[in-house]
């Protein structure tokens, strides 16, 4: 694998809309090379016989199942609210017109 060249970061930083040094160019031509080059490994290493895998460890659903549980009746729903209309929550005309 050949190593990522200056030119090469300042055209992906001029892609990125990135203002970049001419300091940090050098930084990170030698960052990205050795980011190549460990990838470059692992594809190395995972060969076919390795299948692919999100988790290392299997996932199990740790949540309980659904119970259905009696909901509050009108009264108590509306017990709290600051106005009540025919059994309904009343709330601010925010249209300006009648529906």
Do not use: C, W
Not at 11 to 18: K, N, Y
Not at 52 to 73: C, F, K, Q, W
Request: glycine share 4%; hydrophobic share 40%.
């Amino acid at each position: 694998m050949s190593a990522i060249t200056r030119d090469e970061v300042a055209h992906l930083a001029r892609l990125s809309r990135l203002a970049l040094h001419e300091d940090e160019l050098d930084q990170l031509a030698a960052q990205l090379d050795e980011i190549i080059s460990a990838v470059a490994k692992v594809q190395e290493v995972a060969q076919g016989d390795i299948p692919p895998t999100s988790h290392a460890l299997p996932l199990t659903n740790v949540y309980r199942p659904d119970e259905s549980l009696p909901g509050l009746s009108p009264d108590q729903a509306l017990a709290g609210a600051p106005a009540v209309e025919e059994q309904r929550f009343r709330v601010p005309q925010i249209l300006g017109e009648e529906q």
